[in-house]
């Protein structure tokens, strides 16, 4: 008899054994969808292994499998045996790493389900009804721009620009009315259809472009990578390359000889935001062979990409962290854009991290590994000088004559606001402004902060204006409408009349959002387009219309959040204003002076990539403090220096190894005293350890939660595993939620 070893989606760290019907035998094999009964429930686990030898087991619990999905593998061999190893690697549920590699169930798995005489499938859900799509009527929608008055209006304008540029697009994803979207229809702008939202209208191939010359230290940089690709050997390399020193090109290079090679490559980028531009470039010059892989796609979008891929119709997988699970065969290459960037870590269910795990598959695969970046991790840095990875330098702008920006600071101790009023629009900034203005430039505003103002607070007795279902502060926002908004749970309500304390009417915004400085522009400077990239306005690839304007020259001042400081080559942009320079400092985080330097320094590479030089203004109230200083000067390796003498004295990573436990409850008593049993169980396990806490969390109560942590620090990794693996096993009462965070990147 065989029995199989499946992996399903719930959360508990173990694969169950099933037995496989006689008639099923030469057809179940590892990487294959089953459905199996798991309690009272029926479910899809994916098979993991096979064996004839009975599990030790009593065979009236053993129970045997449903049906079989697949007839072939949907998971590549090395593909299940990566996602095997990262579930070891992070603790985590392998029937939920699985999820992170498979599409959504689509009818025709149902269908073959139904054949095989299965009736209780309700929980698998299906995907697959036609929605309506709008498409665009490009040259009446340029003619229709071009007219002067009356036409078209600003937030109309603004979702056709987005249309233009994509082609076709659920009317959904549009905002505007129904009775908008028919008298779009009558004046021929638009026209609409029901298609499947997997199979939007074919677009226009986009023409190729011939590759520019590479610079000298382009080709010595592709030279040792294309040989290692040649070998088809495993290495790791970390490309540091100043902002517009042209690492992108590297990359397309690089994916090219896979191509040619026959093999598949995997192009990562931290944001989905950056994921359409980087998918024009590529496809600019590799073709229509390009596979779209993030968040934002519907299923059956993400489905048919996955398709494609894993029958080898496509070979690069482009997107956001995700697309490190994309089941290519023969991988040769995985580029990781903007390596030292946050947003690699995924930080619910599995809590893992695109970056290190591109190390483990391109070594499992006998692959190149390309770590990108401006600023690069100390992570990575520590790698480099131990001799585990190996170093490829930029150190110019690949656009002649194109030299990196002038940094200045302006010292907030001295300069108070400028005409506008607004504080953090200083005298320097405003005029910096005025001037770029005058010369028909564009200008980017950084500030961390989305909303109109981040608090209310009562004047008579200093009450502030809190989230109920979190210790955080109420942001005001003002558009669409006014009102009170927390960014952790998105609770909201209207703005107060009263405090809800003393009842005074005395309520004050303190502090400064992307939304108020965006209204103070537009005062002051009222014959210039104002724009703003945050998540209020631009979530996700809703971003991609807002930069399209920026390139088209419809906007002379962008306002952001940290969308405006990753990746994008705007050639118009000549001056920077970081707003607030010391906001990210002040977070209670062992890497705050890091992530500070890497924000300043990616902004600040905005600046002056096309014919005219840039400026970069810093403003700040702490100009001596290490991040801002070397920020100031563009050095890289100076910062690198002294953050890594830090590190290794407070003893943090890369000099340790860290893993956060993390429990929540509604009942704040149970939290705490769960996590002072785990802390002392975590204690127990040997002298190697620190446990450091249990202690409140920086943000105490989320979505009605109360939170607290501690943290388990070694200098090797497997006292950390230990003491890990020891609170997970631990008994828990139920109504407490624990996380173990492998390597944690959020400390809050």
Not at 394 to 409: D, H, Q, T, Y
Not at 507 to 533: C, D, K, M, Y
Request: with cysteine; hydrophobic share 45%; proline share 6%.
């Amino acid at each position: 008899m065989v029995f199989a070893k499946v992996a399903v989606p719930v959360p508990l760290g173990q694969a169950f054994t099933y037995s496989v019907p006689q008639e099923w035998a030469s057809r179940v094999v590892p990487g294959a969808r089953v459905l199996c009964d798991f309690g009272r429930r029926q479910v899809l686990g994916v098979v993991l292994e096979l064996s004839e030898q009975a599990p030790n087991i009593a065979p009236e619990k053993l129970k045997p499998l449903r049906a079989v999905v697949d007839s072939e593998p949907v998971l590549p061999t090395s593909l299940l045996d990566f996602l095997v190893q990262l579930a070891h690697y992070y603790l985590a549920p392998i029937g939920e790493v699985m999820r992170l590699a498979l599409p959504t169930v689509a009818r025709g798995d149902l269908e073959k389900l139904k054949a095989q005489g299965v009736g209780n499938t309700e929980s698998i859900k299906s995907v697959g009804k036609l929605v309506q799509f709008a498409v665009a009527n490009t040259a009446a929608i340029e003619q229709a721009r071009n007219v002067e008055k009356g036409r078209l209006k600003g937030a109309i304008l603004d979702e056709l620009n987005k249309l233009v540029d994509a082609g076709a697009l659920p009317i959904s994803q549009l905002e505007i009315s129904r009775s908008v979207a028919k008298k779009l229809v009558d004046q021929g702008l638009i026209q609409l259809e029901r298609r499947s939202a997997a199979e939007p209208k074919a677009m226009p191939s986009t023409p190729l472009e011939e590759a520019p010359l590479p610079t000298e230290a382009q080709r010595a940089a592709l030279a040792e990578i294309l040989e290692t690709m040649q070998a088809g050997t495993a290495a790791t390399f970390l490309l540091h390359g100043v902002t517009g020193s042209g690492k992108t090109e590297i990359y397309l290079n690089a994916t090219a000889r896979c191509l040619e090679m026959g093999r598949s490559a995997i192009v990562l980028v931290p944001e989905i935001a950056l994921t359409p531009q980087l998918v024009q470039r590529f496809k600019s010059r590799l073709g229509d062979q390009i596979a779209v892989l993030h968040s934002g796609l519907s299923p059956r979008e993400r489905r048919l990409m996955w398709q494609k891929l894993r029958d080898g119709t496509l070979r690069v997988a482009v997107g956001a962290r995700s697309a490190l699970f994309a089941p290519v065969e023969n991988l040769a290459l995985i580029c990781v854009d903007e390596e030292h960037d946050s947003s690699f870590k995924q930080e619910d269910g599995v809590q893992y991290s695109a970056r290190d795990m591109a190390l483990l598959r391109a070594h499992r695969s006998n692959a190149v590994c390309l770590l990108g970046s401006a600023t690069p991790s100390l992570q990575s840095e520590a790698l480099r000088r131990a001799g585990k990875i190996r170093y490829l330098s930029l150190p110019l702008r690949a656009r002649a004559g194109s030299a990196l920006p002038k940094v200045e600071i302006v010292d907030l101790r001295r300069f108070g606001p400028g005409p506008t009023g607004d504080r953090l629009i200083t005298l320097p900034l405003f005029r910096a402004l005025e001037q770029v203005l005058e010369r028909k430039q564009q200008a980017i505003l950084f500030l961390n902060r989305r909303g109109f103002a981040p608090s209310l607070v009562c004047e008579a007795c200093g009450e502030i204006v809190q989230c109920p279902n979190c210790a955080v502060a109420l942001t005001v926002h003002t558009r669409p409408r006014e009102r009170m908004v927390c960014h952790y749970c998105d609770f909201s309500s209207p703005v107060p009349k009263q405090c809800s304390a003393c009842k005074s009417a005395r309520l004050s915004q303190e502090g400064v959002g992307t939304e108020a400085v965006e209204s103070s522009l537009v005062t002051a400077f009222p014959h210039a387009q104002v724009g703003r990239l945050d998540r209020d306005v631009a979530a996700g690839t809703k971003s991609e219309p807002v930069l399209a304007r920026m390139r088209r020259g419809e906007i002379d001042i962008l306002v952001g959040t940290q969308m405006v400081t990753k990746g994008h080559d705007l050639p118009r942009v000549t001056l920077v204003g970081v707003l607030n320079a010391d906001a990210a400092l002040s977070l209670p985080d062992y890497q705050a002076a890091e992530r500070t330097f890497q924000l300043l320094v990616q902004v600040a590479g905005r600046a002056g990539r096309g014919e005219d030089p840039g400026r970069v203004l810093v403003q700040t109230h702490n100009p001596d403090h290490p991040a801002v200083r070397f920020a100031l000067k563009h050095d890289v390796a100076g910062f690198m220096e002294h953050e890594l003498a830090e590190r290794r004295q407070l003893h943090y990573p890369p000099y340790a190894r860290l893993a956060l436990v993390r429990l929540d409850a509604t009942d704040r008593s149970l939290a705490e005293r769960a996590a002072h049993q785990l802390a002392e169980i975590a204690r127990k396990v040997g002298t190697e350890l620190e446990v450091l806490g249990p202690t409140a969390a920086p943000l105490a109560r989320l979505r009605g939660r109360y939170r607290f942590r501690f943290l388990l620090r070694a200098q090797e990794r497997a006292p950390v595993r230990k003491a890990a693996h020891a609170v997970l096993k631990a008994p828990l009462d139920r109504r407490v939620r624990l996380s173990v965070d492998i390597d944690p990147l959020n400390m809050l």
